[in-house]
């Protein structure tokens, strides 16, 4: 029985529970609610999450431990002849688990009986036509060993499934018989329910906080990997960007790093006087109606994905600066050779950065004291001078925080990177030639078929841990000027 099954029969118990709590409850009582000590409801809720508890957290432990130990299993059937390292060991069992899905879809599909299907011991042109007759295709010569080790890991998984309905399911009505029998119209219901959410908030608060630290620490680790393999001041210092896959690479951060501040500077360049400008109007300005209009149609370019800005960076921003400052361009200055340039990427990330600045101003603007406001006016000052010189500067610092935070966000963005600066690791200042950052060479240095064991491999941790602590560093920074800011004013 497949899992989406088990999860919906799961479910329909816990609306049974819930059910049959409550109604057990007011039998218990009489059918008079007053005789409980609990209301109805929290009855048939602690009967349901009896149910679905013990059910669903058994299900997600299976559905994590299964493959990991079928694939245990499976490996001992490879013969260590047949590959030289974890990542070959890794592309057989890609072919192994492929196989076994094809067998699959032959049996469910009829062209393979389930008995064929275990004793299948076919050549490999003959199981690639079997099952390309249902649409499954072999990227490889399948060896006596892979089909093996495929039947094997097909009947391990079909027992794993087997397995794993049953014992949830038990689980699940053990859960609600005992929620049943226990339940009485003299049973404490609501505190058990409510003992039973704060568990359930304290659990999904530690996952966050767990999820979190496994990340740092995966970083951390494969951090320290790198630097045992190559020369941090190297690393830290270098100014040449040079992967070499087969050895001799030099990978010096700093054409990176640089890259990196410099889109995000000419990003913040367009994004802040327009964003802080907007904020002005929409908060001092702009009457109710024109505000209810505008500032929702502005913070609409907060939900664009972000491979759309690249494409937008690509097919549209980089061919109009190719016209105008390219050679034979409007200028006619020869500055720009190709779309993939600084400027590109920065004017575009510029403008996804808008609503960042825009908004976060605009609420900070707004939660500046009227009375500041009106003292200006009482004293004789124009709107105008109101905003510059008693507005802005008691805001000033809630803005900088707004900006800090934009910037964080323009260090960490990858794909109006990748498509509109380009991949050329340089050190330079004219902002009409292709560069590269960080998260760009990140997506880069893990694509592929590289040792993951490798120097070459390895430095994309070492570029995310420095560009963690950056941003990291922008944000808590940024959050301690807002959180003045908001202790002086609330």
């Known amino acids: 029985m497949s899992a989406t099954l088990t999860l919906l029969i799961i479910l329909a118990l816990g609306a049974l529970g819930y059910l049959a709590g409550r109604a057990r409850a007011m039998s218990s009582a ?59 060991l890794s592309l057989i069992m890609s072919d192994v688990r492929r196989v076994a899905e094809g067998l699959d879809v032959a049996v469910e599909s009829g062209a393979l009986s389930p008995e064929e299907a ?21 990227g490889s010569d399948v060896s006596a060993e892979t089909l093996a080790a495929a039947q094997r890991y097909r009947a391990l998984d079909r027992i794993g499934d087997w397995a794993r309905t049953a014992i949830v399911l038990l689980a699940a009505i053990a859960g609600l018989g005992l929620a049943l029998q226990r339940t009485h119209r003299d049973l404490r219901a ?5 003992r039973v959410i704060k568990g359930l908030l304290i659990t999904a608060a530690c996952i966050a906080i767990l999820t979190t630290l496994g990340i740092v620490l995966s970083l951390i680790f494969n951090t320290i990997e790198f630097f045992r393999l190559y020369p941090a001041a190297e690393f830290f210092f270098g100014t040449t960007w040079s992967p070499s896959f087969g050895g001799g690479s030099e990978l010096g951060i700093l054409p990176l790093f640089w890259g990196t501040f410099y889109i995000s500077l000419i990003a913040l360049l367009v994004a802040v006087p327009i964003g802080l400008m907007a904020a002005i109007y929409l908060s001092e300005y702009a009457t109710p109606r024109v505000r209810s209009f505008a500032k929702p149609m502005l913070e609409v370019l907060a939900g664009i994905p972000t491979i759309v800005y690249g494409l937008f960076a690509l097919l549209t921003v980089g061919p109009i600066l190719v016209a105008i400052f390219g050679d034979g361009g409007i200028l006619g200055v020869g500055w720009m050779r190709g779309g993939t340039a600084v400027m590109t990427a920065g004017l575009v990330m510029g403008i996804m950065l808008i609503p960042f600045v825009s908004s976060l101003s605009d609420d900070i603007i707004n939660s500046v004291p009227q009375a ?119």
């Open 190 to 194: 609501r505190n058990s329910v409510e």
């Open 30 to 88: 009489g059918g008079d609610g007053r005789k409980l000590h609990s209301l109805p409801g929290y009855y048939g809720y602690n009967a349901m999450l009896s149910a679905l508890i013990p059910g669903l957290a058994l299900l997600a432990l299976w559905l994590i431990a299964q493959p990991v130990f079928i694939e245990n299993r499976v490996e001992t059937l490879i013969p260590e002849t047949a590959y030289e390292d974890a990542g070959g």
């Open 372 to 490: 500041m406001r009106d003292g200006s006016y009482g004293l004789g000052a124009t709107k105008s001078e109101t905003i510059r010189q008693v507005i802005l500067p008691a805001a000033l610092p809630g803005i900088v925080g707004a900006i800090l935070l934009a910037a964080s966000r323009a260090i960490g963005e990858t794909m109006i990177v990748v498509l509109g600066a380009g991949a050329a690791a340089r050190l330079s200042l004219n902002p009409f030639e292709a560069m590269t950052t960080v998260t760009a060479k990140i997506v880069s240095q893990l694509t592929g078929d590289a040792d993951f064991a490798s120097p070459e491999a390895l430095v994309a941790f070492a570029l995310g841990m420095t560009l963690f602590v950056i941003t990291l560093c922008l944000n808590i920074f940024a959050l301690w000027i807002v959180r003045r800011y908001r202790e002086q004013y609330e």
């Open 118 to 138: 275990r004793d299948l011991e076919a050549g490999t042109d003959d199981l690639r036509a079997r099952l390309g007759d249902v649409g499954v295709a072999l």
